[in-house]
């Protein structure tokens, strides 16, 4: 597509519920990142993938917290057991390639509210 | 630990003021350097990188930053700043041996008044 593309814009779930958040790349971009926004605060890095594999998922917060890439393609996040504090923007951006933060074109984002 | 460090969380100026954004990091290695813009309601997009060569760096609308290695800063700058300025700025470092993973500061929200 023309752009980074995620789904869905918002989300509500009551806190001990399971998420799925996903996130569709530009076509073609091999890495693609996941970010957490929070209120007040920065961007807080929390996995990468280039192709299907994730190198880096050192952000991750949790064992709550996971992620998946298929064919290169879809990626989705799943937050099990949701807390409150899980509450933020989930942001995806998609690259041409890992190197060097070049070419990133950042998602929407979905906001994710848990009551 | 890479951290970036944005000294102010909110300013205030006026049209036409100018306006510096503070902006420091911690890695001692090589690294890359960006500044991104998130206007109200917009995702965010690159508003100019540093990667090699001059350490001033022209972006877009206007935009400047300035890498001082020895200060470990990067600092943004624009000399007349306009109300549609109005947004929130993020620094962002991505080390050589870090993939494309970038660290980003805290943000700093800028309002500018009419």
């Known amino acids: 597509g023309a752009g980074v593309s995620q789904s869905p814009s918002n989300k509500v779930t009551e806190k001990g519920k399971d998420v799925e958040l996903r996130c569709d790349p530009i076509?073609?971009?091999?890495?693609l990142y996941w970010y957490r926004q929070s209120l007040g605060q920065g961007l807080e890095f929390l996995i990468y993938?280039?192709?299907?594999?994730?190198?880096?998922k050192s952000g991750l917060p949790s064992d709550r917290f996971s992620a998946e890439r298929t064919g290169g393609s879809v990626s989705t996040l799943t937050i099990q057991r949701t807390q409150q504090e899980d509450s933020a923007v989930y942001l995806c951006?998609?690259?041409?390639?890992?190197?060097?933060?070049?070419?990133?074109?950042f998602g929407s984002g979905t906001r994710l509210t848990v009551v | 630990a890479q951290s970036v460090s944005q000294h102010n969380h909110h300013v205030i100026l006026s049209e036409a003021a100018s306006l510096e954004l503070g902006c420091n990091y911690s890695?001692?290695?090589?690294?890359?350097l960006f500044w991104y813009v998130q206007y109200p309601g917009q995702h965010l997009q690159l508003l100019l990188k540093?990667?090699?060569?001059?350490?001033l760096v022209k972006g877009i609308k206007g935009f400047e930053a300035e890498f001082i290695k020895s200060k470990f800063s990067f600092n943004l700058r624009k000399p007349s700043v306009q109300w549609s300025d109005t947004a929130e700025y993020f620094c962002?470092?991505?080390?050589?041996?870090?993939?494309?993973?970038?660290?980003f500061g805290q943000g700093t929200e800028l309002s500018v008044k009419p």
């Open positions: 890695y001692g290695g090589t690294v890359n």
């Open positions: 962002a470092v991505n080390a050589n041996n870090q993939g494309g993973k970038l660290i």
């Open positions: 076509s073609g971009h091999t890495a």
């Open positions: 993938f280039q192709g299907n594999s994730a190198p880096d």
């Open positions: 540093y990667f090699s060569g001059d350490p």
């Open positions: 951006a998609s690259s041409l390639y890992p190197g060097q933060g070049l070419g990133y074109t």
